[in-house]
């Protein structure tokens, strides 16, 4: 797996936005957030690689994502995310 590239603000904006609101769509995180569904849809699945959110059903080109507890650790760390070496393995801990 690459290393953990996050975007700020735009990241932790997504996962404050779902855990706050629960699982959702790009075009409502859009708007919860203030940036464009389609920065959205970009930092989804980068957001999914890192284990910080999943896709979810019902049906598989849904488009509903919830944040994962992986996405909740760095949430609650994001204050340390420039200061740490490695961002990866502070979560995880």
Known sequence: MAIMKLRRPTDFLILEALDKRGRNVASNLAAHTGKSRQNINTRLPVLADHGLVRKIGPKKRSGLY????KGQAALAHRD???RAK???QLIED
């Open 66 to 69: 919830e944040i994962t507890p």
């Open 86 to 88: 490695d961002f990866e």
């Open 80 to 82: 340390e995310y420039r």
